[in-house]
């Protein structure tokens, strides 16, 4: 009985080593690919030794991500580089001011001249000047400064989009001679002040180094009602009267000296 039992197993393990054999001899390139290729399981759970393919994608993301923070930052000290040298140049960028400008009217006839301060009763600035004279391109960036300031501005088109308080024109002297003659311009730049009904307030030579005095008399003049304007013009144009009488009696003393020494001489 044994011996029989004994056998029994023995043959059905022979079996099963001809079955294993022989199903490896059947499918090689199965059991090939499946050492060449290992399992996703296996990978989940072997990852630094299976996982080759998604390190190197690992890394390489790494690279990139890398390389773009390291652009990031040039770009970052480009600018704040760029900042640096405005603060020190004193060279920041200007605000805009919607594409506006001065409106300065140019007058080039005595008609011109009168319809400009005649148009309304604000307060009228004239300057005179000439293309050939230095001290009058100068001046001509201050006062373009100040007539942005006070005066009205215009867009691309020449149409007023913004008012102001104070009406700026020019006039160059080397085409209107006669006129600047007339209104007795003698030095360039000069400025006159004009308002209705008042008609001319004052004037006076005005070059870059007297700018302030320009300013000056604007704010004055600004702050003053239109009695105000009255009576300052009167006083001045009464000691304007008597400086000429006093300049005429200066002249007239020297020949009444000659004329009372010459009788005197007679009669001695």
Known sequence: MIRS?????????????????????????????????????????????????????????????????????????????????????????????????????????????????????RLCIIKFHASWCKSCQKFGVQFRHIAMENGDKVNSDGIVATKGNVRFAQVEFGANTILCKSLGIKKLPTVHFYKQPHGKLTGFPCGPKKFDLLVETLEEYKGMTDEELKLKKELEEGDALLDTIADDIKKTAPSSQKEAQTKNAKFN
């Not at 059905?12 to 050492?35: A, D, E, G, K, Y």
């Open 5 to 121: 039992s004994f056998a029994f197993a023995l043959t059905l393990l022979l079996s099963s080593c001809c079955l294993i054999q022989s199903f490896v001899v059947v499918n090689p390139q199965r059991q090939q690919r499946s050492l060449a290729q290992p399992s996703t399981t296996a990978r989940n759970f072997f990852p630094d030794i299976l996982g080759g393919n998604d390190d190197s994608q690992k890394n390489e993301k790494k690279i990139k991500l890398e390389l773009h923070q390291k652009t990031d930052s040039q770009k970052t000290a480009s600018r704040g580089g760029d900042e640096k040298v405005h603060e020190q140049s004193g060279t920041a960028p200007r605000p805009s001011s919607g594409g506006l400008i001065p409106k300065i009217t140019t007058v080039n006839s005595l008609d011109e001249f009168l319809e400009f301060i005649q148009e309304d009763d």
